[in-house]
């Protein structure tokens, strides 16, 4: 029950932030824009008709008639709606959002009522983190939820496999989470735990990408110490971009060019822009268990050093 207690009293305290509704708000703005684009065959239709675009794009034949590509419709929802808004702007939100709650949960004064009670300080440290990643749980549930509907009932498409966005958000948050907590909980200070994370996802994100562009460029792997380096760091560090391809994926959705015009350029560059597809097309056949497991254990590495830490300090 204390440990329940203080996973309810952590989100009690996100919703008292405006940051939390800023994100709410965010979610119901972008899924009414998308209300505002319909799909017909041939055709994009924008403020319900007020301006059409013919286009073949989300439309193919089916026993002769044209109807919408499902596929295109997940590929628009996963890569440029959900990794865009909520996968990046909304997680940076989150970071900013959770970031100041355990420097206020270890603050004298706030801390001392907490540990005088009789519960082991583990405990203390997961009720808090775990009421941190509610607030999260909750805003991905109202932008997936809300972006799933308006993409049934207004595009036509009903996708199942985009559900499963909302833990897959919530995992990509956890990644970065957990540096957050550890920051916060050795040095104290909100303004760190924002930079630091962030410096970290930036270097998460990198080394994916750097990873990315050996296999798009063969001969960058020539020089074999760097790329045997980028590809171990690859495995060790959680593997933020594994979260959109698991989201094409269970979706159903295809690469991120697909929705691209077709780029005027030598054969050389074309060259290297299909092997680039080929590669997204790979990485999209990533087996969950290995890319969310290896994620985890970095994750539960760092969440017990901050929880020795934390169980360890006299506050």
């Known amino acids: 029950m204390q440990l329940w207690a203080l996973i309810v009293d952590s989100f009690r305290e996100s919703l008292d932030r405006k940051i939390f509704w800023v994100m709410a708000v965010i979610s119901i703005l972008i899924a009414a824009t998308m209300c505002c684009i319909g799909f017909e065959p041939g055709k994009i239709v924008l403020f319900f008709g007020m301006w059409e675009f013919d286009t073949d794009l989300f439309t193919t034949m089916v026993n002769g008639q044209a109807v919408i590509r499902t596929d295109r419709i997940a590929t628009l929802a996963v890569h440029y709606i959900m990794d865009l808004t909520i996968g990046w702007g909304g ?71 985009y559900l499963l966005t909302v833990p897959l958000v919530l995992l990509l948050f956890s990644y970065l989470y957990c540096v957050s907590v550890w920051v916060a909980v050795y040095f104290r200070s909100t303004v760190a735990a924002v930079l630091l994370t962030l410096g970290a996802w930036f ?113």
Request: negative net charge.
């Open 91 to 161: 997680v940076a939100l989150a970071i900013i959002a959770t970031a100041g709650f355990f420097p206020a949960f270890i603050e004298r004064g706030s801390i001392d009522v907490v540990l005088s009670k009789p519960m082991a300080r583990w405990r203390v440290f997961l009720g808090k983190y775990i009421g941190s990643m509610v607030f999260v749980f909750v805003q991905a549930c109202l932008f997936v939820l809300l972006t799933f509907v308006v993409i049934g009932i207004r595009w036509g498409c009903w996708i199942p496999g």
């Open 203 to 315: 270097v998460f994100s990198g080394v994916q990408t750097t990873a990315s562009l050996f296999d798009t460029y063969p001969s960058w792997q020539d020089n074999r110490t760097a790329y045997v380096a980028f590809r171990t760091a690859k495995w060790v560090l959680p593997k933020t971009h594994d979260i959109t391809y698991l989201a094409a994926k269970w979706s159903g959705a295809g690469t991120s060019d697909e929705l691209l015009p077709e780029p005027d350029v030598p054969d050389d560059d074309m060259e290297t822009i299909n092997r680039a597809a080929e590669v997204e097309r790979e990485y999209m056949k990533v087996n969950p268990l290995l890319t969310i497991g290896s994620s985890l254990l970095f994750e539960a590495v760092v969440i017990m050093l901050a929880m020795w830490r934390f169980s360890r300090t006299d506050y």
